[in-house]
């Protein structure tokens, strides 16, 4: 089992940047796939960012160029600093771990980009 927890939603102006940060506790494989997803009121659960172990981003098109995903590998922790937001961006956020067995989600966190 793994356990993902994520932090640093809120409510920011458009143009505003904010740094989500997720992190992974229990039976982490060395080799994994962590990143983010996103679901706004009534659309589907898109993803947004994602980087394995040891390689470099993956980002949606809509996100490229203001987004950037992170990892602390030794730390288990995956960030995604967010600037430059618009009111499209606003969602719940879900951190998602992928290994070669399981994969699993966090109970997602809120960002709202609103004046």
């Known amino acids: 089992q793994v356990q993902l927890v994520e932090s640093g939603g809120g409510l920011v102006q458009p143009g505003g940047s904010l740094r989500l940060s997720c992190v992974a506790s229990?039976?982490?494989?060395?080799?994994?796939?962590m990143g983010w997803h996103r679901q706004a009121p009534g659309k589907e659960r898109e993803l947004v960012a994602s980087?394995?172990?040891?390689?470099?981003?993956n980002y949606a098109d809509s996100v490229k160029g203001r987004f950037t995903i992170s990892r602390e590998n030794a730390l288990n922790t995956v960030y995604l600093q967010m600037n430059s937001l618009k009111p499209e961006d606003t969602a719940v956020y879900y951190c998602?771990?992928?290994?070669?067995?399981?994969?699993?989600w966090g109970k997602g966190t809120l960002v709202t980009v609103s004046s």
């Open positions: 980087m394995s172990t040891n390689s470099n981003g």
């Open positions: 998602n771990y992928r290994d070669s067995a399981m994969g699993y």
């Open positions: 229990g039976s982490i494989s060395s080799i994994n796939l």
